[in-house]
């Protein structure tokens, strides 16, 4: 190890202690580190801070870029692109030293959302055997801490590290899992970096200048305003000390959680947009892949905004073009039956659906994955492969099937209605462990919806029927927060997309 390698260290260990904002040194957030992984391919972003007027020379391969400190203390540099090779260094010099060892070039994707991508490998179907099997030098894996707050932040406490059994332990399962899908596949390193926080709202990951400015989001900002205001240091600092003492009372009945300051929390717009992405925004990256909804599961229809506003902002944000921005759609959960079976995740599912009307998008569906009694399914590993197929096929140049079903069109025939959906492949559309296709209702002109009569007819469409609907002329599909659905393409075995349409639609 170089003296400068220990130099480094220490500056960063100091890093650790202070606000990267206020160092003198010269200096770079810890997105950028040893054993870390830049994009190949495409120009990549390094930045720092330093003294006024410092001179700044960045050096990698055969590539030196100088810049000199602003007046803000700020300076950027951008490397050319760079193709996959060996082993390599990043240096940047100016009054002292700084030299990253062990950069790999290859993919760098940014795994994000809440609790189901923060699900940790070790819980998840399996994880003892993906532990087992997780060594792979040239994965390498960055976790951003959780951090709420309404300034923006420019550093965050973490490291680079290489998969292994040890370190992809507590690591996003199917951050890791699609990082290995996509590694195998392609064979080149791939860096995979999550910032998910269990629990969180998306309003979080949109700045509120934003919210404010778009419009439409009145009710949710003054709700979060109240909230806020009900705060103090004062009061959070009573609930944490009646918090303390009940636990050294033996955590007598009934049961207490930790307070939370929501001023600081997962919910307020902004705070994750500030706490955890601004730190790494601008970072040279492939993608995203994003799994989160469920704390906005009752505004379904505000998700219709909302999501495709936060992907739009981060790309803006990010100055890379219409990066691929991939997510899971929610799993299905909850009774089935009885006044808890709603309908509020079947409309945030439309919503994620309706998105992929922005560039670049796609969608895996997971309605046959959910576990009824459990919010977090443990099956991540399928999660994870219907991600990396999207991947593979679009950003690739695998050639097979990554979309699910989605209905196109439909026309009245007699009693019935014949769906049409695209697309499906040669093997068409299949029930499975089912003759009978479930999860379809049918409705007339009164909009009283009732259990069709579903079978499949050709390769890719459905013809329904209820003897009691003479002119049915709505229908929907998977409409229900856990519906019973069976409906698949026959050679991939993906779920047909939940919906609702009309005749008129």
């Known amino acids: 190890m170089s003296i400068f390698k220990n130099t480094k260290s220490l500056i960063a260990s100091a890093l650790c202690l202070l606000p990267w904002s206020l160092s003198a040194e010269l200096s770079l957030p810890n997105v950028f580190g040893d054993h870390m992984v830049l994009q190949r391919d495409q120009p990549n972003p390094v930045w720092g801070r330093g003294e006024v007027g410092e001179s700044v020379t960045v050096r ?167 909230k806020v205001a009900a705060c103090s240091d004062e009061i959070y600092a009573e609930a944490m000390a009646a918090y303390k003492q009940w636990r050294a009372d033996g955590k007598p009945a009934p049961h207490q959680r930790e307070p939370r300051d929501y001023r600081y929390g997962n919910a307020r717009a902004g705070n994750i947009y500030n706490g955890m992405l601004h730190p790494i925004m601008g970072y040279g990256i492939r993608g995203v892949i994003w799994y989160q909804g469920e704390s906005n599961g009752g505004r379904g229809e505000e998700y219709g905004r909302l999501f495709p506003l936060l992907i739009t902002q981060w790309r803006e944000a990010w100055q890379q073009g219409d990066f691929p921005f991939y997510w899971s759609q929610l799993a299905n959960f909850g009774p089935r039956s009885g006044p808890k079976a709603g309908t509020g995740w079947a409309k945030l599912r439309a919503s994620q659906t309706q998105t992929l009307s922005l560039a670049n998008t796609g969608e895996a569906v997971i309605l046959d994955l959910g576990e009824g009694r459990d919010v977090h399914p443990r099956n991540k590993s399928v999660v994870a492969d219907r991600l990396a197929r999207i991947a ?114």
């Open 60 to 226: 990698i391969r055969d590539q030196s870029h100088q810049t000199v400190v602003g007046e803000d203390g700020r300076w950027r540099v951008v490397l050319e692109p760079l193709a996959l090779g060996a082993p390599t260094e990043l240096t940047i010099e100016g009054q002292n030293r700084i030299e990253f060892e062990d950069v790999l070039i290859g993919e760098v994707w940014i795994c994000s959302g809440q609790s189901n991508m923060n699900f940790k490998l070790i819980k998840s179907d399996q994880g003892d055997l993906d532990i087992a099997t997780a060594n792979c030098p040239e994965i390498r894996l960055l976790r951003v801490p959780n951090k709420g707050t309404p300034i923006p932040q420019d550093d965050f406490e973490g490291a680079w590290k290489a998969a292994t059994p040890n370190t992809v332990k507590y690591f996003s399962a199917i951050g890791y899992l699609f990082a290995n899908r996509i590694h195998r596949a392609v064979g080149v390193p791939v860096g995979i970096i999550d910032n998910s926080w269990s629990g969180a709202a998306a309003e979080a990951w949109v700045p509120r200048k934003v919210l404010e400015s778009a419009g439409g989001f009145e009710k949710t900002l003054a709700d979060i305003d109240r």
């Open 392 to 505: 593979l096929a679009r950003d690739y140049g695998y050639d097979f099937d990554y979309q699910s079903p989605r209905f196109s069109k439909m026309e009245q025939q007699g009693s019935s209605l014949i769906l049409s959906f695209d697309p499906v492949s040669s093997q068409g559309l299949y029930a499975f462990g089912h003759d009978e296709v479930l999860g379809f209702k049918i409705a007339g002109v009164d909009g009283a919806y009732v259990d069709a009569s579903a079978k499949i007819i050709g390769k890719h469409q459905v013809e329904l029927s209820h003897p009691e609907v003479e002119a049915p002329v709505a229908v929907r599909y998977a409409w229900a927060n856990n519906p019973k659905v069976n409906l698949q393409d026959k050679k991939n075995a993906l779920p047909v997309t939940a919906f609702q349409a009309k005749l008129t639609d």
